[in-house]
């Protein structure tokens, strides 16, 4: 193996460690939950027609999953990587996005405030 070649494969376990240490920082960051109806919530965006789009790599993906807690799991959402022709379709630019039931494109993170406005969802603290 060569010096170049050497460098190359350290340059690439750096990286791939950093981004498992980042996607670990996210993931031990525990969302300050000021909100007693998440899941509720959570459940009302689905019913409205709501869908996340994005990626499991994505940090901004990851804060907007988390500030959901555990009500995340009632949150209609699309893996984009797992989903390429549907996410291509649906005219996903950016990770994460949001699709209402009328077909508006949220891009980036919106925030449960957001969410609540744009959907009618009620957020109860």
């Known amino acids: 193996m060569n010096k170049l070649n050497q460098i190359f494969w350290v340059f690439v ?3 791939v460690v ?3 240490a980042w996607v670990a ?4 960051i525990k969302p300050q939950v000021k909100y007693s109806n998440l899941d509720e919530f959570a459940k009302c965006l689905t019913d409205k027609g709501a869908t996340m789009y994005g990626a499991a790599w994505c940090p901004h993906c990851l804060d907007e ?3 959901f807690g555990s009500s995340f799991k009632y949150v209609n959402y699309v893996e ?3 989903n390429i022709s549907l996410c291509t379709e649906k005219g996903i630019m950016g990770y994460p996005s949001w699709i209402s039931a009328e077909g508006k494109i949220l891009e980036g993170k919106q925030g449960l405030e957001k969410l609540s406005e744009i959907t009618g969802c009620e957020l109860k603290k």
């Not at 920082?25 to 031990?28: L, N, R, T, Y």
Request: net charge neutral; hydrophobic share 55%; aromatic share 24%.
């Open 18 to 20: 950093l981004s498992f």
């Open 25 to 28: 920082f996210v993931f031990a």
């Open 13 to 15: 376990f750096v990286v």
């Open 65 to 67: 999953k988390s500030s």
């Open 80 to 82: 984009c990587p797992d």
